[in-house]
């Protein structure tokens, strides 16, 4: 079956413009999920999704960070005035969350490189 | 603050060898999990721990949890070339809350 789908799968972009990524979540997944990763560093918590809500929007980094979700799939997160420090790998993750153990499964990955 | 701390974060190993990842965790939660990232790759979810004293094992490795001193193993026995990637533990104290160590970079040698 299908998994987490993301794109673009890299991007590459200027200082100062305005970028959109993309998050397909596995079809039925209430929950979904975004984090960050840096070069060679761990997982950073951006912002969790159940349905179209985001209970708590702390995790995001800036105010130039956003993120929505539509008709309880799709999920975009935008990044306006692109930095440099904002090159990372953003990942994108869903779950059923349907009982304890909350498993979540992870697209490829979106990895951008801000010039 | 919730903090997970992995140990070691990078690990050498001959094939054949055994070694244990340790994970660390500061506040209460009953759910934790370990994933596997090779290079330029995704993570892929290897355990899901949910109570004090699971332990689960799949070829290999082998996780265990202990709620009690926030502690989790993930054990490699007869470690082989294809074992080399990152491993991270996570802790969820909430549904929407996961947190992710630093990950351990092993590389397994011939």
């Known amino acids: 079956g299908a998994g987490v789908s993301q794109s673009p799968s890299n991007k590459v972009t200027e200082k100062g413009k305005d970028v959109e990524l993309r998050c397909d979540p596995i079809s039925g997944h209430t929950a979904l999920y975004w984090y960050r990763q840096s070069l060679g560093q761990g997982l950073e918590f951006l912002i969790y999704f159940q349905g179209n809500s985001a209970p708590d929007k702390s995790g995001l980094p800036s105010d130039r960070f956003s993120a929505e979700r539509t008709g309880g799939s799709v999920s975009t997160l935008t990044i306006q005035r692109t930095q440099q420090e904002d090159s990372a790998v953003y990942l994108c993750?869903?779950?059923?969350?349907?009982?304890?153990?909350?498993?979540?499964?992870f697209g490829p990955g979106t990895r951008l490189t801000v010039l | 603050e919730l903090k997970v701390e992995q140990n070691p974060l990078f690990l050498s190993m001959q094939e054949g060898k055994n070694y244990t990842i340790y994970c660390n965790y500061s506040?209460?939660?009953?759910?934790l999990y370990w994933y596997r990232q090779d290079p330029g790759k995704s993570l892929e979810s290897l355990f899901v721990?949910?109570?004090?004293?699971a332990v689960k094992q799949e070829g290999r490795l082998m996780a265990s949890l202990d709620t009690k001193a926030r502690l989790s193993t993930l054990h490699i026995t007869a470690a082989v070339h294809d074992l080399s990637a990152t491993y991270f533990c996570?802790?969820?104290?909430?549904?929407?809350?996961?947190?992710f160590g630093a990950g351990t970079r092993l590389t397994v040698k011939p």
């Open positions: 721990l949910l109570s004090n004293g």
């Open positions: 506040t209460t939660s009953d759910r």
């Open positions: 993750a869903s779950s059923a969350n349907l009982g304890v153990d909350n498993e979540q499964f």
């Open positions: 996570a802790v969820a104290p909430d549904v929407d809350d996961m947190r």
